[in-house]
């Protein structure tokens, strides 16, 4: 799939100086209102009637339906309203076999702490550098033998009866090597690949460059799943960055966006938080991160502090940058009640601007 694209309508006002002036309410010709006989003969409840009748009228013609191309999707009833998931924060060592059975583990007290969903950080079985990645890489699609990671990850979704978002590893298919989360049902099955679709290239002299196009090879697909704990968009790090990919997701009715991801020291604080808060803000739903601990000796220093965050863009659970496992609740009835409290959905201007989702387009 082409990414997603935005179109913007621009436009310009000019005031009157009359209008401006004249403290008169300003009523189209054509414009009448029913009013009560309370209304007609208080001059103030019929200000008060013309003014929302008005407002109505006007919002109307903003075409809110046509600020996403193809229409948004409203988001099905979640198969449950509450549950607990599990973010585990996971240090990463040079041993394959080491971080395989170290994440098990992770995954396991997660579980047992009550979680339906558990999510891993991203590249969790590989040192995260590009001399790394092709060593550390599995054929995913071949299966177990030549994929320990996600055969793992697999085995314990079905013995546990959870759902699993498997962080990131580094994966290889044909001669092209991808940064690829793996979702994994209850019954142990693949549900869904996501492949990063923003490869991170970053140049801040004296600070850090880092340029992942160097070995791997963009996605080309967003990733949305259908769960037992409700419906998912996912993305990888940088991803995170690209709010036409959240908004997509949005568009085609996610309740939860899980980002795996490995911020730096650089951006991390600057950028980490924010960035999650204003994914879940624009889109009024829950975002879920997840980062590996951070090890100041290794090449690429990640800054931890994995995180949940709620529709209203409040910080509901973190941590801070050791190894740590966070367990908290998603309650997905407070999605239609933010939703109420501050109608975005019907408050977008879609003669001025809209949002296509190319993938879905073009599948129509």
């Given at each position: 799939?082409?990414?997603?694209?935005?179109?913007?309508?621009?436009?310009s006002t000019t005031l009157r100086?009359?209008?401006?002036?004249?403290?008169?309410?300003?009523?189209?010709?054509?414009?009448?209102?029913?009013?009560?006989?309370?209304?007609?003969?208080?001059?103030?409840?019929?200000?008060?009637?013309?003014?929302?009748?008005?407002?109505?009228?006007?919002?109307?013609?903003?075409?809110?339906?046509?600020?996403?191309?193809?229409?948004?999707?409203?988001?099905?009833?979640?198969?449950?309203?509450?549950?607990?998931?599990?973010?585990?924060?996971?240090?990463?060592?040079?041993?394959?076999?080491?971080?395989?059975?170290?994440?098990?583990?992770?995954?396991?007290?997660?579980?047992?702490?009550?979680?339906?969903?558990?999510?891993?950080?991203?590249?969790?079985?590989?040192?995260?550098?590009?001399?790394?990645?092709?060593?550390?890489?599995?054929?995913?699609?071949?299966?177990?033998?030549?994929?320990?990671?996600?055969?793992?990850?697999?085995?314990?979704?079905?013995?546990?009866?959870?759902?699993?978002?498997?962080?990131?590893?580094?994966?290889?298919?044909?001669?092209?090597?991808?940064?690829?989360?793996?979702?994994?049902?209850?019954?142990?099955?693949?549900?869904?690949?996501?492949?990063?679709?923003?490869?991170?290239?970053?140049?801040?002299?004296?600070?850090?460059?880092?340029?992942e196009s160097r070995t791997l090879?963009?996605?080309?697909?967003?990733?949305?799943?259908?769960?037992?704990?409700?419906?998912?968009?996912?993305?990888?790090?940088?991803?995170?960055?690209?709010?036409?990919?959240?908004?997509?997701?949005?568009?085609?009715?996610?309740?939860?966006?899980?980002?795996?991801?490995?911020?730096?020291?650089?951006?991390?604080?600057?950028?980490?938080?924010?960035?999650?808060?204003?994914?879940?803000?624009?889109?009024?739903?829950?975002?879920?991160?997840?980062?590996?601990?951070?090890?100041?000796?290794?090449?690429?220093?990640?800054?931890?502090?994995?995180?949940?965050?709620?529709?209203?863009?409040?910080?509901?659970?973190?941590?801070?940058?050791?190894?740590?496992?966070?367990?908290?609740?998603?309650?997905?009835?407070?999605?239609?009640?933010?939703?109420?409290?501050?109608?975005?959905?019907?408050?977008?201007?879609?003669?001025?601007?809209?949002?296509?989702?190319?993938?879905?387009?073009?599948?129509?």
């Open positions: 799939m082409r990414s997603g694209s935005i179109s913007i309508g621009f436009f100086s009359s209008a401006i002036a004249s403290p008169r309410l300003s009523i189209p010709r054509n414009f009448s209102v029913p009013l009560t006989a309370r209304a007609r003969h208080n001059p103030i409840n019929a200000a008060r009637a013309v003014t929302r009748a008005s407002v109505s009228s006007m919002a109307s013609s903003f075409s809110p339906e046509k600020a996403r191309v193809p229409p948004a999707i409203q988001s099905p009833v979640p198969p449950v309203s509450k549950f607990k998931i599990g973010l585990c924060q996971l240090a990463v060592t040079a041993d394959k076999e080491k971080n395989i059975a170290h994440a098990r583990v992770a995954i396991e007290e997660a579980a047992e702490k009550g979680a339906k969903l558990v999510v891993l950080p991203e590249i969790w079985n590989s040192p995260y550098s590009n001399d790394s990645f092709p060593v550390y890489a599995e054929d995913i699609d071949a299966g177990t033998d030549s994929s320990p990671s996600t055969a793992m990850l697999s085995e314990v979704a079905r013995t546990l009866k959870i759902t699993i978002v498997g962080g990131s590893i580094p994966e290889r298919c044909g001669d092209k090597l991808y940064n690829t989360c793996c979702v994994f049902g209850t019954d142990g099955k693949l549900k869904a690949k996501h492949r990063k679709i923003h490869l991170f290239d970053i140049n801040i002299p004296g600070k850090i460059i880092f340029e090879t963009a996605g080309e697909t967003p990733t949305i799943v259908d769960t037992d704990v409700g419906r998912i968009g996912i993305g990888i790090c940088y991803d995170i960055n690209f709010q036409e990919l959240a908004m997509i997701y949005a568009a085609r009715g996610a309740h939860l966006l899980c980002y795996p991801g490995a911020f730096n020291m650089t951006t991390g604080p600057l950028h980490w938080e924010l960035l999650q808060r204003a994914r879940a803000v624009d889109n009024q739903l829950y975002v879920a991160t997840c980062s590996p601990a951070r090890d100041a000796g290794s090449g690429y220093v990640a800054w931890g502090h994995s995180t949940l965050v709620g529709p209203f863009g409040e910080v509901l659970a973190t941590t801070e940058h050791d190894e740590a496992t966070i367990v908290s609740e998603i309650d997905y009835s407070l999605l239609e009640l933010r939703r109420t409290n501050l109608p975005l959905q019907k408050q977008r201007r879609g003669d001025l601007y809209s949002l296509v989702d190319v993938q879905r387009l073009n599948s129509e």
